[in-house]
């Protein structure tokens, strides 16, 4: 019967059985000798038609639905696919269609076609063809554009000009072929119109995303590229692929601030933060590992944007000191080991074989340089380093230093990181002396002992150290370093090494040691973030590899990290080229093909079997007498053929890369790819006494064995013979499983110029590195793909609630379909597949925002009457606990009264007895008092003649009768006085709270009256000794030996000023008053000076008295007791007139002794004068 498009069909189609089918003979027949494959793609599971495609009409099956009929002609769709074949212009290289079945590859392909037969009801065969990678060349979407429209409207276009440079212009005319074009310079040149593309307008300018360019060509993108690379914009978007153009500078692009902005989705623009967020959020949303794969040329900046990566996944951890700050730490330790400086990248990802070798201009890893330069003292004795330039590993290359780089300074960051995650003393230790012992391995040197070139190891201090640090004896590493021994049957024989055997001996020795080493450092680093961790399973892997390398001179390591490159390549090209347009494909969808360039050619090239150049590399390495050159000569035999194998002359041979054509130079290819580590040196090894050694050793020896087991050797001695070209390959194949299961997130770092200089743009090398890496046709391919995808079973669960139609069939195809007519989506805009739902970018937003808006809308109701019902509940919970509460409290108010009923009765007897005794008390004393007054009353009458103190008698009788009411008074008074008390109590706490107060400032004043008599004490000692100078002098003056002789005259201004009986102004002897003599021959004279004696003198006796009255007052002021009230003692007044009698008397003191100054001085002047003139006189005659 024919099969129809029944919705309600769940039995398997047959187009699933015919594929199931290809898939177990694919597994069949799939080679033995292969790496463990990666999982297969799931196969298209096609269970019924898309809407607007039917199935060919002979395609049957048979009643009872097992076998069946499948004829779609292979000839007439190979024939379909055939007419879309061809060159078109702008096209980045047609796809290589032809595969191999003997190509070793991570990846399970299908075979291109597979024929089998298929048995039906009716005794009919059927061959069924099955293509799986026909490519399809299509119109580049670059010749959609109308060129022409373009020329007529003379419109801005891109021009090639001769040189290859794009320049942009405006049509100015044209004729025939040709079109005269006016350049942005002012410059017209002719060009062809083949040679013109649209440009974009200028709204397009420097968009974020490439495919919002109207015009998709390469000008265009290499312009957009510049114009955001000119205002520092270093990201920009290519469809699902993230731009980066190392700036070579920093750029305020980073931080928290950011962080949370990308957090929050508020940040539109591209950017690291927001690839890694992408990563997360996919990860958390459909559990699924996910990768972040950084890719580019070395130098493009691959390690800085991982850091960017690990930087925003570290804060989405919420941890400053946790497991992420540990993460974020192990940066410094893994560049230290892992990377160096080459002549293109000051911080590049290496080969572990420069250790023993480098270029000029080149260093080894940064850790030698920074161990050698910030160790300190004590670790440079213990491990016996040096500077570095006193190393033959480090001095090779003559470039010991990195501009703008302090070793120093890293090694002290290396060792916070080291302790941030938790890598003990004892282990750093050990670390450093591995590479202290790797770098005294440089320096043994050998000498030639024969004719035959053959070595013995020259014993010094390299060997010492070296031994030392690796705790051997010293004599076996010689012996180890120049001998190898050989198994004859049963005995072994030692063979001395020539020269470069022993030289390649110990370079494989500390090779092995350093690349041991960072094996062992990673694997502690990860057991260190392990312990204590909560794992869920899921991660996130963030790759940055050494990028693509050509040099002046490439050799094997060039080759091998260009190998890496071209299966990362691979990888993209995989699943953003290849498997999308097979999905689609697959699934029925009508698709265009989008060529892109395919390196599967260079891949087959390098690890085809057994005719790849790994294979044939490993054959010469096994042959003696192989040299290099025969090496090349077996490749130019062999793969000739190869497109992308070309021979030179001599020993060199290029290869065509996707990043372009390198010349490899072949000398040293056979040694570096044994890796000659003979079984000497591993049990040297083994027989150290360092712990890291011995465990370096049993590895290797544990690996060998299980591939002794494995492959069938002969013995654990030959596992030597694994080529390090294989041993590559293999890791090489282990990441690309690792990768495969991972949803992928693609980064390329783009170099804008090859002098590592910021604002340096150069279109040629951007452009080159765009073609190379596929981004171009990545933007094609989401441009005019189906970006979002979803089964119809996920679709339909999804957004079939959204139909208003209930009736409408609830199989997951239809509800697709009919969500889609429902909100008008254009036939355009969407495709149905056989198994899924393809929508152009922007469709599924109406959906799901409708989707949004019905849940909050369900949710509003849900909470209302959610709302509603806890309201209800709660109110019936209310009622009830109110009623539970009423019961209890009335019990417990019944309890109460019960006791307190009980109380009474039980105490009512004991008060009643109380009561009686009181009654009784009462009237004893009542009748007491009755009696005395009975008495007195009867004495009255015996005696009546007692009239004189009747009135006495009669107080006392009124006494007795107000005997009760004065009780009562004294209990009053007694209350009285006990309030009277309290009033007292307070007032003598206030009392108390004053007397301190006043005791307080009794202090205060004590010591402002202290300073003030110190002040006064200084004052009058000033003026005192003002006065005991000038009586000096006028007692010298008086008492002088002859008349006429003047001995001392001072000048006035030496004498000080009025002011010296200021406080402070004057020391005892700052200055001495002038001397005058008060000896001449006349009256008048010796009465001023007997008058001005006896005003001296009576200064000086005013003086004396006025201290003593201050003394006195002052001491009057003190002596007061602090006890004494405010009224009678005011102590600050008292204070103030003191002060101001003595400012009185002591301006008026002042007046009296200027006046006494000026006559003094007035009488030493005339004395002068007579004197001079009388000399003057004497000697005239």
Known sequence: MMLSASPSMIVRSSLEEMLDSLRRRDEDEKPKDLPPALPARPTSRGRLPPARRSLPTNFKVDSDGGTQECLPSGKEEAKRKEKDLGVRRNSFGSKKTKREQNIESPYVFPPEETKIQLTGGSDQAATVTSSSALPSRVRDLDCDDNIIYFIKKKLRVWCRLPSGQWESGVIQSTSGECAFVSLSNGNVVKVSTVE???????????????IQLSYLNEPSVLYNLQCRYSKDIIYSKAGPVLIAVNPFKSIQMYGDDLIAACRQKLLDSPHVYAIADAAYNEMMREEVNQSIIISGESGAGKTETAKVAMQYLAALGCGSFGIEHEILHTNYILEAFGNAKTSRNDNSSRFKSRVVQLADGERSYHIFYQLCAGASTNLKERLNLRIASEFKYLNQSGCLAVDGTDDAQKFCKLMEALDIVHICKEDQEHAFSMLAAVLWLGNISFQVTDNENHVEVLADEAVTHAARLMRCNPDELMLALSTHKIQAGKDRIAKTLTLQQAIDTRDALAKFIYASLFDWLVEQINKSLEVGKRRTGR????????????????????????????????????????????DYELDGVDWTKVDFEDNQECLNLIEKKPLGLLSLLDEESNFPKANDLTFVNKLKQHLSSNPCLKGERGSAFSIRHYAGEVLYDTNGFLEKNRDPLHTDSIQLLSSCRSELLQLFASKMLNQSQKQATSVGHMGVLDFQKQSVGTKFKGQLFKLMHQLESTTPHFIRCIKPNNKQLPG??????????????????AVRISRSGYPTRMKHQEFAKRYGFLLLDASASRDPLSVSIAVLQQFNILPEMYQIGYTKVYLRTGQIGAVEDRRKQILQGVLGVQKYFRGY?????????????????????????????NIVVKWRTSGASKTLNELQGVIYLQSVIRGSLVRRRFKGMRNLKVHPENVKPKQKHGRKISEVKELPSSLVELQWRVLKAESTLEQKEEENAALREQLQQYETRWSEYEAKMKSMEEMWQKQMASLQMSLAA??????????????????????????DSEDATSMGSRTPGASTPAKFSSSTHEVGAGRDTNGTLSAVSNLVKEFEQQRQTFDDDAKALTVVKPGQSAANVNSDEELRKLKLRFEMWKKEYKVRLRETKAKLHKLGHSEFRRKWWGKLSSRAS
């Open 539 to 582: 991660s996130i892997s963030i790759l940055d590899i050494y990028g693509f390398e050509s040099f002046q001179k490439n050799s094997f390591e060039q080759m091998c990290i260009n190998y890496a490159n071209e299966r990362l390549q691979q990888h993209f090209n995989r699943h953003l080229l290849k498997l999308e347009q097979e």
């Open 869 to 897: 019902k806890a309201r209800c509940y709660f109110h019936e919970l209310k009622k009830g606990a109110e009623t539970l509460q009423s019961y209890i409290r009335g019990e417990n108010i019944r309890r109460k009264s």
């Open 196 to 210: 013109l593309l649209p440009a974009n307008p200028d709204i397009l300018e420097g968009v974020d995303d490439l």
């Open 760 to 777: 340096i743009y150069e279109a040629d090398l951007v452009l080159q590195q765009l073609r190379c890496c596929g981004v171009l046709e």
């Open 1030 to 1055: 000038a009586r000096k002098s006028l007692a010298v003056d008086n008492t002088a030996g002859q008349p006429g002789r003047f001995d001392a005259v001072s000048s006035p201004h030496y004498y």
